[in-house]
């Protein structure tokens, strides 16, 4: 089993930055792709970015390609999300969990983007 705890979100003016991080409980995460994923109210919760087990084979969805990075690191357990150029509409409340979301949902993180 794996729990998570995100953190590293706030309130941003557009264009501006934020770097979201994952910590991971539990010896199995590094043999998961992992993803982080995003839901603004309203609206499903969406795949943003996704990465290896290892690292690399990274995919993005289309709204953040370019502006948004996937970052592990299995020692100790950590995943960020490098968020540039940000936009009103990447305001949403942020999740990590498996690329197969096959673990309990944490908190997540609120990102608000003001225009």
């Known amino acids: 089993q794996v729990q998570f705890v995100e953190s590293g979100g706030g309130l941003v003016q557009a264009g501006g930055s934020l770097r979201l991080s994952c910590a991971a409980s539990?010896?199995?995460?590094?043999?998961?792709?992992m993803a982080w994923y995003r839901q603004a109210p309203g609206k499903q919760r969406e795949l943003v970015a996704s990465?290896?087990?290892?690292?690399?084979?990274?995919n993005y969805a289309d709204s953040v390609k370019g502006r948004f990075t996937i970052i592990r690191d299995n020692a100790p357990n950590t995943m960020y999300l490098q968020m540039n150029s940000l936009k009103p509409e990447d305001a949403a409340v942020y999740y990590c969990?498996?690329?197969?979301?096959?673990?309990?949902w944490g908190q997540g993180t609120q990102v608000t983007v003001s225009p």
């Open positions: 969990n498996s690329r197969a979301r096959r673990f309990a």
């Open positions: 539990g010896s199995t995460f590094s043999i998961y792709a």
């Open positions: 990465i290896g087990s290892s690292g690399g084979s990274e």
